[in-house]
Protein backbone atom coordinates (compact mmCIF):
# COMPACT_ATOMS: atom_id res chain seq x y z
CA UNK A 1 0.00 0.00 0.00
CA UNK A 2 1.08 3.54 -0.33
CA UNK A 3 2.30 5.24 2.64
CA UNK A 4 -0.38 7.67 4.02
CA UNK A 5 0.88 11.19 2.99
CA UNK A 6 1.55 9.51 -0.81
CA UNK A 7 -2.12 8.60 -1.09
CA UNK A 8 -2.93 12.13 0.47
CA UNK A 9 -1.47 13.59 -2.39
CA UNK A 10 -2.79 11.61 -4.73
CA UNK A 11 -6.20 12.10 -3.45
CA UNK A 12 -5.47 16.27 -3.42
CA UNK A 13 -4.14 15.80 -7.26
CA UNK A 14 -7.43 13.67 -7.88
CA UNK A 15 -9.68 16.26 -6.81
CA UNK A 16 -7.62 19.30 -8.23
CA UNK A 17 -7.82 17.42 -11.79
CA UNK A 18 -11.54 16.44 -11.17
CA UNK A 19 -12.63 20.32 -10.40
CA UNK A 20 -10.50 21.76 -13.24
CA UNK A 21 -12.67 19.40 -15.80
CA UNK A 22 -15.58 20.46 -13.94
CA UNK A 23 -14.36 24.30 -14.40
CA UNK A 24 -13.57 23.22 -18.20
CA UNK A 25 -17.05 21.45 -19.06
CA UNK A 26 -19.04 24.54 -17.63
CA UNK A 27 -16.73 27.31 -19.73
CA UNK A 28 -17.44 24.77 -22.91
CA UNK A 29 -21.46 24.53 -21.77
CA UNK A 30 -21.98 28.05 -20.08
CA UNK A 31 -25.63 27.97 -18.38
CA UNK A 32 -28.56 29.18 -20.55
CA UNK A 33 -29.35 32.72 -20.57
CA UNK A 34 -33.05 33.01 -19.41
CA UNK A 35 -34.66 35.77 -21.81
CA UNK A 36 -37.08 37.97 -20.08
CA UNK A 37 -40.18 39.23 -22.84
CA UNK A 38 -41.85 42.68 -22.31
CA UNK A 39 -45.13 40.62 -22.04
CA UNK A 40 -46.63 37.17 -23.92
CA UNK A 41 -47.50 39.09 -27.10
CA UNK A 42 -43.62 40.02 -27.65
CA UNK A 43 -42.39 36.09 -26.44
CA UNK A 44 -44.84 34.82 -29.12
CA UNK A 45 -43.55 37.13 -31.70
CA UNK A 46 -40.14 36.63 -30.79
CA UNK A 47 -39.85 32.72 -30.48
CA UNK A 48 -42.37 32.72 -33.46
CA UNK A 49 -44.67 30.08 -32.07
CA UNK A 50 -48.15 30.27 -30.76
CA UNK A 51 -48.90 27.43 -28.46
CA UNK A 52 -52.83 26.15 -28.27
CA UNK A 53 -55.23 23.59 -26.48
CA UNK A 54 -58.14 21.54 -28.52
CA UNK A 55 -59.82 19.04 -29.30
CA UNK A 56 -60.13 16.09 -31.72
CA UNK A 57 -63.33 16.82 -32.66
CA UNK A 58 -65.17 17.43 -36.46
CA UNK A 59 -66.44 20.69 -35.28
CA UNK A 60 -62.98 22.05 -34.00
CA UNK A 61 -59.61 19.95 -35.10
CA UNK A 62 -59.50 16.83 -37.25
CA UNK A 63 -57.75 15.50 -40.11
CA UNK A 64 -59.11 15.58 -43.47
CA UNK A 65 -58.41 14.85 -47.14
CA UNK A 66 -56.02 17.77 -47.40
CA UNK A 67 -54.32 17.53 -43.34
CA UNK A 68 -55.77 19.34 -40.96
CA UNK A 69 -59.22 20.81 -40.73
CA UNK A 70 -62.27 21.95 -38.29
CA UNK A 71 -63.27 25.65 -37.80
CA UNK A 72 -60.95 26.26 -34.97
CA UNK A 73 -58.07 24.74 -36.76
CA UNK A 74 -58.54 27.22 -39.40
CA UNK A 75 -59.56 30.57 -36.81
CA UNK A 76 -56.26 29.69 -34.94
CA UNK A 77 -54.21 29.29 -38.51
CA UNK A 78 -55.36 32.91 -39.46
CA UNK A 79 -54.83 34.36 -36.13
CA UNK A 80 -51.17 32.58 -36.40
CA UNK A 81 -50.86 34.66 -39.64
CA UNK A 82 -52.11 37.40 -38.45
CA UNK A 83 -49.70 37.50 -35.77
CA UNK A 84 -46.61 36.57 -38.51
CA UNK A 85 -45.94 33.04 -36.09
CA UNK A 86 -46.39 29.12 -36.49
CA UNK A 87 -49.11 27.36 -34.26
CA UNK A 88 -48.59 23.95 -32.29
CA UNK A 89 -51.72 22.31 -31.03
CA UNK A 90 -52.19 20.23 -27.89
CA UNK A 91 -54.94 17.67 -27.41
CA UNK A 92 -55.68 17.30 -23.72
CA UNK A 93 -57.34 13.56 -22.91
CA UNK A 94 -60.49 15.24 -21.65
CA UNK A 95 -62.32 18.48 -21.90
CA UNK A 96 -61.93 19.16 -18.63
CA UNK A 97 -58.01 19.16 -18.40
CA UNK A 98 -58.56 21.65 -21.73
CA UNK A 99 -59.72 23.97 -19.05
CA UNK A 100 -57.67 23.32 -16.40
CA UNK A 101 -54.64 23.62 -18.59
CA UNK A 102 -55.79 26.74 -19.45
CA UNK A 103 -56.27 28.20 -16.23
CA UNK A 104 -52.98 27.75 -14.96
CA UNK A 105 -51.53 28.68 -18.07
CA UNK A 106 -50.15 25.62 -19.80
CA UNK A 107 -50.79 27.23 -23.04
CA UNK A 108 -51.45 30.62 -24.58
CA UNK A 109 -55.06 29.76 -24.69
CA UNK A 110 -58.02 27.17 -25.77
CA UNK A 111 -59.90 27.27 -28.88
CA UNK A 112 -62.03 23.92 -28.28
CA UNK A 113 -65.43 24.63 -28.99
CA UNK A 114 -66.00 26.49 -25.26
CA UNK A 115 -69.21 27.95 -24.22
CA UNK A 116 -69.00 30.86 -22.05
CA UNK A 117 -70.83 30.00 -19.23
CA UNK A 118 -71.10 32.54 -15.88
CA UNK A 119 -68.95 30.11 -13.86
CA UNK A 120 -66.00 29.86 -16.13
CA UNK A 121 -66.34 33.41 -16.31
CA UNK A 122 -65.04 33.14 -12.72
CA UNK A 123 -61.44 31.67 -13.80
CA UNK A 124 -61.13 32.45 -17.68
CA UNK A 125 -61.03 35.14 -19.98
CA UNK A 126 -63.12 34.76 -23.15
CA UNK A 127 -62.61 36.45 -26.38
CA UNK A 128 -65.43 37.83 -28.35
CA UNK A 129 -68.18 34.86 -29.35
CA UNK A 130 -67.47 33.16 -33.01
CA UNK A 131 -70.15 31.17 -33.08
CA UNK A 132 -74.38 30.30 -31.26
CA UNK A 133 -75.44 27.16 -30.37
CA UNK A 134 -77.60 25.43 -28.47
CA UNK A 135 -76.86 22.18 -26.33
CA UNK A 136 -79.41 19.30 -27.40
CA UNK A 137 -80.77 16.05 -26.22
CA UNK A 138 -80.06 13.63 -28.54
CA UNK A 139 -81.33 9.85 -28.84
CA UNK A 140 -81.41 7.12 -31.43
CA UNK A 141 -84.39 7.04 -34.15
CA UNK A 142 -86.39 3.58 -33.43
CA UNK A 143 -87.05 4.43 -29.71
CA UNK A 144 -89.74 6.70 -28.55
CA UNK A 145 -88.69 10.68 -28.54
CA UNK A 146 -88.89 12.42 -25.53
CA UNK A 147 -90.30 15.63 -25.37
CA UNK A 148 -89.25 17.14 -22.61
CA UNK A 149 -86.88 16.26 -19.35
CA UNK A 150 -89.52 14.47 -17.36
CA UNK A 151 -89.65 11.94 -20.32
CA UNK A 152 -85.48 11.35 -19.57
CA UNK A 153 -86.16 9.83 -16.27
CA UNK A 154 -86.27 6.14 -16.80
CA UNK A 155 -83.85 6.23 -19.90
CA UNK A 156 -79.97 6.06 -19.11
CA UNK A 157 -78.47 9.11 -19.77
CA UNK A 158 -74.65 10.30 -20.02
CA UNK A 159 -73.03 13.40 -20.84
CA UNK A 160 -69.34 14.59 -21.13
CA UNK A 161 -67.43 15.49 -17.79
CA UNK A 162 -66.64 18.77 -17.06
CA UNK A 163 -68.71 20.06 -20.13
CA UNK A 164 -71.52 22.80 -19.72
CA UNK A 165 -74.12 19.81 -20.52
CA UNK A 166 -73.81 18.92 -16.30
CA UNK A 167 -74.38 22.60 -15.46
CA UNK A 168 -77.12 22.50 -17.60
CA UNK A 169 -78.90 19.42 -16.10
CA UNK A 170 -77.84 20.52 -12.61
CA UNK A 171 -80.53 23.50 -13.28
CA UNK A 172 -83.20 21.35 -15.12
CA UNK A 173 -82.75 18.90 -12.08
CA UNK A 174 -84.50 21.84 -9.96
CA UNK A 175 -87.74 21.74 -11.70
CA UNK A 176 -87.64 17.43 -12.31
CA UNK A 177 -86.15 16.35 -8.99
CA UNK A 178 -85.98 12.88 -10.37
CA UNK A 179 -84.13 13.59 -13.28
CA UNK A 180 -80.62 11.70 -13.38
CA UNK A 181 -77.46 11.24 -15.47
CA UNK A 182 -74.42 9.84 -15.31
CA UNK A 183 -70.80 12.14 -16.21
CA UNK A 184 -68.42 10.21 -18.69
CA UNK A 185 -64.89 11.02 -17.79
CA UNK A 186 -63.32 8.53 -20.84
CA UNK A 187 -65.47 9.31 -23.68
CA UNK A 188 -65.89 12.61 -25.57
CA UNK A 189 -69.22 13.54 -26.89
CA UNK A 190 -68.50 11.64 -30.03
CA UNK A 191 -68.14 8.74 -28.49
CA UNK A 192 -71.33 9.14 -26.62
CA UNK A 193 -73.10 9.72 -30.01
CA UNK A 194 -71.84 6.31 -30.98
CA UNK A 195 -73.37 4.57 -27.56
CA UNK A 196 -76.17 6.21 -28.21
CA UNK A 197 -76.26 4.96 -31.81
CA UNK A 198 -75.08 1.62 -30.60
CA UNK A 199 -78.27 1.56 -27.74
CA UNK A 200 -75.92 1.14 -25.24
CA UNK A 201 -77.10 4.23 -23.40
CA UNK A 202 -80.47 5.98 -24.68
CA UNK A 203 -79.58 9.54 -24.23
CA UNK A 204 -76.92 12.41 -24.11
CA UNK A 205 -76.41 15.91 -25.14
CA UNK A 206 -74.85 17.56 -27.98
CA UNK A 207 -73.77 21.01 -28.94
CA UNK A 208 -75.83 21.94 -32.14
CA UNK A 209 -72.65 22.54 -33.95
CA UNK A 210 -71.68 18.99 -33.40
CA UNK A 211 -74.65 17.14 -33.96
CA UNK A 212 -75.27 18.80 -37.36
CA UNK A 213 -71.82 17.56 -38.53
CA UNK A 214 -71.46 14.55 -36.71
CA UNK A 215 -75.41 12.91 -37.70
CA UNK A 216 -73.93 12.51 -41.02
CA UNK A 217 -72.10 9.65 -39.78
CA UNK A 218 -74.51 8.65 -37.37
CA UNK A 219 -78.00 8.71 -39.16
CA UNK A 220 -80.30 7.55 -37.02
CA UNK A 221 -79.77 9.95 -33.78
CA UNK A 222 -82.10 12.61 -33.64
CA UNK A 223 -82.66 15.36 -32.03
CA UNK A 224 -85.20 15.39 -29.15
CA UNK A 225 -85.36 19.16 -27.91
CA UNK A 226 -83.28 21.73 -27.26
CA UNK A 227 -82.11 21.64 -23.43
CA UNK A 228 -80.21 25.16 -23.46
CA UNK A 229 -80.70 28.58 -24.14
CA UNK A 230 -78.41 29.57 -26.69
CA UNK A 231 -75.10 29.53 -26.04
CA UNK A 232 -71.85 31.21 -27.39
CA UNK A 233 -68.37 29.77 -27.90
CA UNK A 234 -65.40 31.72 -28.03
CA UNK A 235 -61.78 31.26 -27.10
CA UNK A 236 -60.65 30.99 -23.47
CA UNK A 237 -57.43 32.88 -21.81
CA UNK A 238 -56.32 32.65 -18.50
CA UNK A 239 -56.45 35.62 -15.89
CA UNK A 240 -53.70 37.79 -15.45
CA UNK A 241 -52.78 40.98 -15.65
CA UNK A 242 -50.59 40.01 -19.18
CA UNK A 243 -53.85 41.08 -21.38
CA UNK A 244 -51.54 41.66 -24.47
CA UNK A 245 -52.18 38.52 -26.57
CA UNK A 246 -55.75 38.49 -24.97
CA UNK A 247 -56.32 42.12 -26.41
CA UNK A 248 -54.89 41.08 -30.03
CA UNK A 249 -57.12 37.99 -30.32
CA UNK A 250 -60.35 40.40 -29.81
CA UNK A 251 -58.89 42.92 -32.42
CA UNK A 252 -58.67 39.41 -34.83
CA UNK A 253 -61.98 38.57 -34.40
CA UNK A 254 -63.52 41.98 -35.15
CA UNK A 255 -61.45 42.52 -37.99
CA UNK A 256 -62.82 38.54 -39.49
CA UNK A 257 -66.29 39.58 -38.09
CA UNK A 258 -66.12 43.15 -40.77
CA UNK A 259 -64.58 41.67 -43.37
CA UNK A 260 -66.62 38.47 -43.36
CA UNK A 261 -63.92 35.84 -43.14
CA UNK A 262 -65.50 34.51 -40.21
CA UNK A 263 -68.82 33.76 -42.24
CA UNK A 264 -67.07 32.44 -44.94
CA UNK A 265 -65.29 30.15 -42.66
CA UNK A 266 -68.45 28.98 -40.89
CA UNK A 267 -69.90 28.50 -44.46
CA UNK A 268 -67.14 26.31 -45.48
CA UNK A 269 -67.54 23.86 -42.59
CA UNK A 270 -71.54 24.05 -42.14
CA UNK A 271 -73.03 25.28 -45.25
CA UNK A 272 -73.39 22.13 -47.02
CA UNK A 273 -74.20 19.88 -44.20
CA UNK A 274 -77.99 19.62 -43.98
CA UNK A 275 -78.43 18.56 -47.95
CA UNK A 276 -78.14 14.57 -47.49
CA UNK A 277 -80.91 13.39 -45.97
CA UNK A 278 -81.35 9.82 -44.04
CA UNK A 279 -82.63 7.93 -46.85
CA UNK A 280 -79.80 9.15 -49.02
CA UNK A 281 -77.19 8.69 -46.36
CA UNK A 282 -78.04 5.07 -46.03
CA UNK A 283 -77.94 4.76 -49.34
CA UNK A 284 -74.77 6.05 -49.94
CA UNK A 285 -73.41 3.71 -47.05
CA UNK A 286 -74.91 0.88 -48.70
CA UNK A 287 -72.72 1.72 -52.33
CA UNK A 288 -70.00 2.56 -50.42
CA UNK A 289 -70.09 -1.22 -49.81
CA UNK A 290 -71.42 -2.73 -52.85
CA UNK A 291 -70.13 -0.60 -55.63
CA UNK A 292 -67.03 1.44 -55.00
CA UNK A 293 -64.25 -1.37 -54.34
CA UNK A 294 -64.75 -2.04 -58.04
CA UNK A 295 -63.30 1.38 -59.03
CA UNK A 296 -61.63 2.73 -55.82
CA UNK A 297 -58.17 1.90 -57.84
CA UNK A 298 -59.15 3.62 -61.04
CA UNK A 299 -60.09 6.85 -58.62
CA UNK A 300 -56.44 6.42 -57.10
CA UNK A 301 -54.90 6.46 -60.23
CA UNK A 302 -56.71 9.23 -61.92
CA UNK A 303 -55.86 11.13 -59.10
CA UNK A 304 -52.61 10.24 -58.98
CA UNK A 305 -52.23 11.46 -62.49
CA UNK A 306 -54.00 14.79 -62.16
CA UNK A 307 -53.09 15.55 -58.37
CA UNK A 308 -56.73 15.22 -56.54
CA UNK A 309 -57.64 13.12 -53.63
CA UNK A 310 -59.34 10.03 -55.13
CA UNK A 311 -62.00 10.73 -52.57
CA UNK A 312 -62.82 14.28 -54.08
CA UNK A 313 -63.52 12.27 -58.02
CA UNK A 314 -65.05 9.14 -56.68
CA UNK A 315 -67.70 11.82 -54.82
CA UNK A 316 -68.10 13.50 -57.65
CA UNK A 317 -68.75 10.16 -59.58
CA UNK A 318 -70.98 9.34 -56.67
CA UNK A 319 -72.95 12.49 -56.70
CA UNK A 320 -73.11 11.95 -61.05
CA UNK A 321 -74.29 8.16 -61.24
CA UNK A 322 -74.06 6.68 -57.92
CA UNK A 323 -71.08 4.70 -58.76
CA UNK A 324 -73.05 2.89 -61.95
CA UNK A 325 -71.07 2.55 -64.80
CA UNK A 326 -74.34 1.99 -66.79
CA UNK A 327 -75.82 5.06 -65.79
CA UNK A 328 -77.89 7.47 -68.36
CA UNK A 329 -79.64 9.91 -68.49
CA UNK A 330 -82.68 11.79 -69.76
CA UNK A 331 -79.99 14.06 -71.93
CA UNK A 332 -78.08 11.81 -73.17
CA UNK A 333 -75.09 11.93 -71.01
CA UNK A 334 -73.00 8.45 -69.79
CA UNK A 335 -71.20 6.52 -67.23
CA UNK A 336 -70.03 6.91 -63.84
CA UNK A 337 -68.87 10.32 -64.39
CA UNK A 338 -72.20 11.30 -66.87
CA UNK A 339 -70.44 13.05 -69.72
CA UNK A 340 -71.50 14.91 -72.63
CA UNK A 341 -70.92 14.03 -75.75
CA UNK A 342 -69.10 17.07 -76.24
CA UNK A 343 -67.17 17.15 -73.40
CA UNK A 344 -66.03 13.28 -73.99
CA UNK A 345 -64.99 14.27 -77.52
CA UNK A 346 -62.79 16.99 -76.28
CA UNK A 347 -61.05 15.04 -73.58
CA UNK A 348 -60.73 12.07 -76.23
CA UNK A 349 -62.83 10.14 -74.39
CA UNK A 350 -64.52 7.25 -77.06
CA UNK A 351 -66.32 5.07 -74.90
CA UNK A 352 -68.34 7.06 -71.50
CA UNK A 353 -69.48 3.73 -70.45
CA UNK A 354 -65.93 2.20 -70.12
CA UNK A 355 -65.03 2.99 -66.05
CA UNK A 356 -61.39 3.85 -67.18
CA UNK A 357 -62.02 6.35 -69.98
CA UNK A 358 -65.08 7.64 -67.97
CA UNK A 359 -62.73 8.12 -64.74
CA UNK A 360 -59.80 9.53 -66.41
CA UNK A 361 -62.16 11.70 -69.00
CA UNK A 362 -63.92 13.30 -65.75
CA UNK A 363 -60.81 14.00 -63.69
CA UNK A 364 -59.04 15.53 -66.90
CA UNK A 365 -61.93 17.74 -67.77
CA UNK A 366 -61.79 18.61 -63.50
CA UNK A 367 -58.37 19.72 -64.12
CA UNK A 368 -59.83 21.91 -67.20
CA UNK A 369 -61.95 23.52 -65.00
CA UNK A 370 -60.21 24.20 -62.09
CA UNK A 371 -57.25 26.28 -64.31
CA UNK A 372 -60.06 28.45 -65.71
CA UNK A 373 -60.44 29.72 -62.18
CA UNK A 374 -58.61 33.00 -61.48
CA UNK A 375 -55.54 31.83 -59.64
CA UNK A 376 -56.25 34.59 -57.20
CA UNK A 377 -59.33 32.44 -55.46
CA UNK A 378 -57.75 30.01 -52.89
CA UNK A 379 -59.15 26.40 -51.86
CA UNK A 380 -61.12 25.20 -50.96
CA UNK A 381 -63.15 27.88 -53.08
CA UNK A 382 -61.25 27.36 -55.90
CA UNK A 383 -62.45 23.60 -55.93
CA UNK A 384 -66.29 24.78 -55.52
CA UNK A 385 -65.94 26.81 -58.82
CA UNK A 386 -64.46 24.06 -60.35
CA UNK A 387 -67.00 21.70 -59.28
CA UNK A 388 -69.71 24.82 -60.51
CA UNK A 389 -68.27 24.85 -63.60
CA UNK A 390 -68.10 21.17 -64.16
CA UNK A 391 -71.50 21.49 -63.69
CA UNK A 392 -73.32 24.43 -65.42
CA UNK A 393 -70.90 25.28 -67.57
CA UNK A 394 -67.99 28.14 -67.23
CA UNK A 395 -69.61 30.90 -68.71
CA UNK A 396 -72.71 30.64 -66.91
CA UNK A 397 -70.53 30.47 -63.28
CA UNK A 398 -68.83 33.76 -65.13
CA UNK A 399 -71.98 35.57 -65.11
CA UNK A 400 -72.99 34.34 -61.78
CA UNK A 401 -69.82 36.02 -60.60
CA UNK A 402 -70.61 39.42 -62.57
CA UNK A 403 -74.43 39.32 -61.06
CA UNK A 404 -72.58 39.06 -57.44
CA UNK A 405 -70.39 41.86 -57.83
CA UNK A 406 -73.08 43.80 -59.03
CA UNK A 407 -75.04 42.83 -55.89
CA UNK A 408 -71.81 44.59 -53.83
CA UNK A 409 -70.66 41.21 -52.78
CA UNK A 410 -67.38 39.12 -53.32
CA UNK A 411 -67.36 37.56 -56.64
CA UNK A 412 -64.14 35.37 -55.30
CA UNK A 413 -66.13 33.72 -52.31
CA UNK A 414 -68.11 30.57 -52.86
CA UNK A 415 -70.44 31.64 -49.80
CA UNK A 416 -70.91 35.04 -52.03
CA UNK A 417 -71.30 33.44 -55.53
CA UNK A 418 -74.02 30.82 -54.40
CA UNK A 419 -76.47 33.36 -53.38
CA UNK A 420 -76.07 34.78 -56.43
CA UNK A 421 -76.16 31.39 -58.85
CA UNK A 422 -79.84 30.89 -58.33
CA UNK A 423 -80.74 34.36 -59.62
CA UNK A 424 -79.64 33.18 -62.93
CA UNK A 425 -83.45 31.70 -63.26
CA UNK A 426 -84.77 35.11 -62.82
CA UNK A 427 -85.62 36.88 -66.09
CA UNK A 428 -85.02 40.27 -64.40
CA UNK A 429 -81.08 38.96 -63.96
CA UNK A 430 -80.53 36.42 -66.85
CA UNK A 431 -81.60 38.85 -69.39
CA UNK A 432 -78.51 41.05 -68.60
CA UNK A 433 -76.30 38.61 -68.64
CA UNK A 434 -73.95 37.65 -71.55
CA UNK A 435 -75.15 33.51 -71.44
CA UNK A 436 -78.81 33.96 -70.56
CA UNK A 437 -80.89 31.53 -68.35
CA UNK A 438 -79.54 28.68 -66.71
CA UNK A 439 -80.83 26.49 -63.86
CA UNK A 440 -78.88 27.92 -61.19
CA UNK A 441 -79.98 26.13 -58.56
CA UNK A 442 -78.46 22.73 -59.47
CA UNK A 443 -74.69 23.68 -59.35
CA UNK A 444 -75.50 24.86 -55.42
CA UNK A 445 -77.06 21.74 -54.90
CA UNK A 446 -74.51 19.83 -56.94
CA UNK A 447 -72.02 21.28 -54.97
CA UNK A 448 -73.18 20.92 -51.53
CA UNK A 449 -73.76 17.51 -52.28
CA UNK A 450 -70.20 16.46 -53.40
CA UNK A 451 -69.15 18.04 -49.93
CA UNK A 452 -71.01 15.88 -47.73
CA UNK A 453 -70.08 12.79 -49.94
CA UNK A 454 -66.50 13.93 -49.89
CA UNK A 455 -67.02 14.42 -46.08
CA UNK A 456 -68.75 10.82 -45.68
CA UNK A 457 -65.76 9.54 -47.66
CA UNK A 458 -62.79 11.13 -45.93
CA UNK A 459 -65.02 9.53 -42.72
CA UNK A 460 -65.32 5.98 -43.92
CA UNK A 461 -61.89 5.61 -45.12
CA UNK A 462 -59.88 7.40 -42.24
CA UNK A 463 -61.48 5.57 -39.21
CA UNK A 464 -60.72 2.18 -38.81
CA UNK A 465 -63.01 1.64 -36.50
CA UNK A 466 -65.77 2.12 -39.12
CA UNK A 467 -64.01 -0.20 -41.20
CA UNK A 468 -64.11 -2.52 -38.98
CA UNK A 469 -67.18 -2.59 -38.30
CA UNK A 470 -68.48 -2.82 -41.70
CA UNK A 471 -67.15 -6.13 -41.93
CA UNK A 472 -68.75 -6.79 -38.25
CA UNK A 473 -72.48 -9.15 -37.94
CA UNK A 474 -75.33 -6.59 -37.46
CA UNK A 475 -78.32 -6.58 -35.38
CA UNK A 476 -81.29 -5.93 -37.73
CA UNK A 477 -81.51 -6.81 -41.11
CA UNK A 478 -81.28 -3.61 -42.87
CA UNK A 479 -77.48 -2.52 -43.82
CA UNK A 480 -76.33 -0.44 -41.23
CA UNK A 481 -72.61 -0.35 -40.31
CA UNK A 482 -73.26 0.87 -36.72
CA UNK A 483 -75.50 -2.10 -35.71
CA UNK A 484 -72.08 -3.39 -34.45
CA UNK A 485 -72.61 -6.88 -32.22
CA UNK A 486 -70.49 -5.84 -28.97
CA UNK A 487 -70.03 -9.99 -28.61
CA UNK A 488 -66.67 -9.18 -30.73
CA UNK A 489 -64.09 -8.46 -28.19
CA UNK A 490 -61.26 -7.16 -30.57
CA UNK A 491 -64.14 -4.54 -32.13
CA UNK A 492 -64.44 -3.21 -28.56
CA UNK A 493 -61.05 -3.19 -27.09
CA UNK A 494 -60.51 -1.35 -30.53
CA UNK A 495 -63.40 1.46 -29.77
CA UNK A 496 -63.05 2.08 -26.10
CA UNK A 497 -60.04 0.24 -25.09
CA UNK A 498 -56.24 1.73 -25.36
CA UNK A 499 -56.84 3.41 -29.25
CA UNK A 500 -59.42 5.67 -27.35
Known sequence: MLPLLQRLCLGLALACLSACELQTQQAQHPPEKVVEYANQLERIKKTGKLTVLTRYDPTTYFESANGFSGLEYDLVQLFARHLQVTSKFIVPETFAAILRKTQSG??????????????????????PSYQDITEQLIYRSGTKRPKKPADLINGILEVVKGTSHSKTLQQLQKTTPQLQWQSNATLDTDGLLYLVNERLIDYTIADSNQITLIRRFYPKLNVAFNISPTRHLAWA???????????EAVIFFNKIKKNKVLEQLIERHYGHTRNIKYVGNCTFRRHFQSHLPQYQSLFQEAADKYSFDWRLLAAISYQESHW??????????????????????????????????????????????????????????RTWFALASYNIGFGHLEDARIITQRLGKDPDKWIDVKQALPLLTKK?????????????????????????????LIWYTSNKHIREASAMPIIKPEPDWFDIDFSQPQLVQHLFGTDQ
Open 428 to 456: KWYTKTKHGYARGKEPVIYVDNIRSYLDL
Open 237 to 247: FNKSADLSLYN
Open 106 to 127: EADFAAAGISITDERKQHLLFT
Open 324 to 381: NKHAVSPTGVKGLMMLTQATAGQIGVKDRTHPKESIFGGALYLKQRLKTIPARIPEPD
